[in-house]
């Protein structure tokens, strides 16, 4: 089945651009999002990209797809401390199903 | 967008007790509801997919008699955690999609801890 990976931390400056980096293993998924957790809380919609895309932009968000190496990442423009959560990565697979990833945390250092 | 809720948001109860959570979509028809399980710092895992006016599909590993779910309305699943035990402490979390939404589109609830001691 699908398997989504990405890695578990990530800590940046604050003002700085965050990257996060995400592979999955399902070549027929059509659907590849991004969700934010923050503490407590349930999953926030940041963006999806559909799988004929290379690239999706929305305000600070980038969404680049290498679709021929199944390589999903997502790009935080300038990132604030509000930006501090848990980014879940996750992939539409063929089962019909919304399969995530492990997490990655991200910190922002002053 | 589409608002999804649940209640309770936190609940604490007893060893061999039972506990319903409820998910609702407020503002649109869910056909199709899907219910994960988070461990804490861990990724969701999806237990069941509910069809409004049909049984739910469970995944494999997830007991269908310990975890009760019922999709009677079209904005109403609710799941129901039968004779509790702590290992059944977790975060769980629902969404829907339906209602004019592609599939591909699940709406996520806030989530809800549950607590067994």
């Known amino acids: 089945g699908e398997d989504v990976e990405q890695s578990l931390f990530l800590s940046v400056r604050e003002g700085d651009s965050s990257v996060i980096n995400c592979t999955y293993t399902?070549?027929?998924?059509?659907?590849l999002y991004w969700y934010k957790q923050e503490p407590g809380a349930g999953l926030q919609l940041l963006t999806y990209i559909f799988s004929n895309m290379d690239m999706k932009q929305d305000q600070r968000l980038t969404v680049l797809l290498n679709k021929k190496d199944k390589h999903l990442s997502l790009r935080i423009a300038d990132t604030q401390t509000g930006d501090s959560a848990i980014y879940f990565c996750?992939?539409?697979?063929?089962?019909?199903?919304?399969?995530f990833g492990s997490g990655t945390r991200l910190s922002i250092r002053p | 967008g589409a608002v999804v809720s649940q209640h309770p948001s936190r609940v604490i109860c007893k060893s061999g007790t039972s506990v319903k959570i409820e998910c609702r979509s407020l503002?649109?028809?869910?056909?199709?509801m899907f219910w994960y399980r988070q461990f804490p710092k861990q990724s969701l895992m999806l237990m069941a997919t509910s069809n409004e006016g049909s049984k739910a599909t469970y995944e494999q590993g997830v007991e269908k008699d310990k975890f009760l779910i019922n999709h009677a309305s079209l904005t109403l699943s609710t799941l129901t955690v039968t004779s509790a035990h702590p290992e059944d402490s977790s975060f769980y979390i629902c969404?829907?999609?339906?209602?004019?939404?592609?599939?591909?589109?699940?709406?996520f609830g806030p989530g809800t801890r549950l607590t067994v001691t």
């Open positions: 503002d649109f028809q869910a056909t199709t």
């Open positions: 969404s829907a999609s339906g209602g004019g939404l592609s599939s591909y589109e699940q709406y």
């Open positions: 399902d070549s027929s998924s059509t659907y």
């Open positions: 996750a992939a539409y697979s063929s089962a019909s199903k919304i399969i």
